[in-house]
């Protein structure tokens, strides 16, 4: 069974770093798109970012530009997501996504995913 497993979330404090991995199993996913969603309590989820399969090519939603940085490592079947300057308003579960072509924004249009880790960041 595909498997994603995201890691590394946490408690942080305003203005401080975390590293999510996103780890995958069973496939290569290659030539997929893979991306991180994150869904706060009470509202939808949201494209925060994405990385096509070589890597070249990423987006980003406008709250995190300079922010957060995608990169993936093939040869450990690994998509990180490091996010520096963390903001209150970044709480929320992030999720690891993947998929061929999905329509990049849109959740429904990612056929594969991951139970998701908590991030919190205190004022």
């Known amino acids: 069974q595909v498997q994603l497993v995201e890691s590394g979330g946490g408690l942080v404090q305003a203005g401080g770093s975390l590293r999510l991995s996103c780890t995958y199993f069973e496939r290569t996913f290659s030539n997929y798109l893979m991306g991180w969603f994150r869904q706060a309590p009470g509202k939808e989820r949201e494209f925060v970012t994405a990385i096509t399969w070589t890597g070249d090519t990423t987006y980003y939603v406008d709250s995190v530009k300079g922010r957060f940085t995608i990169s993936r490592d093939i040869a450990e079947k690994t998509v990180y997501l490091q996010m520096n300057n963390l903001k209150p308003e970044d709480t929320a579960v992030y999720y690891c996504?993947?998929?061929?072509?999905?329509?990049?924004?849109?959740?429904?249009?990612?056929?594969?995913w991951g139970q998701g880790t908590q991030v919190t960041v205190s004022s």
């Open positions: 996504a993947a998929d061929r072509a999905p329509i990049l924004r849109v959740p429904s249009t990612y056929d594969y």
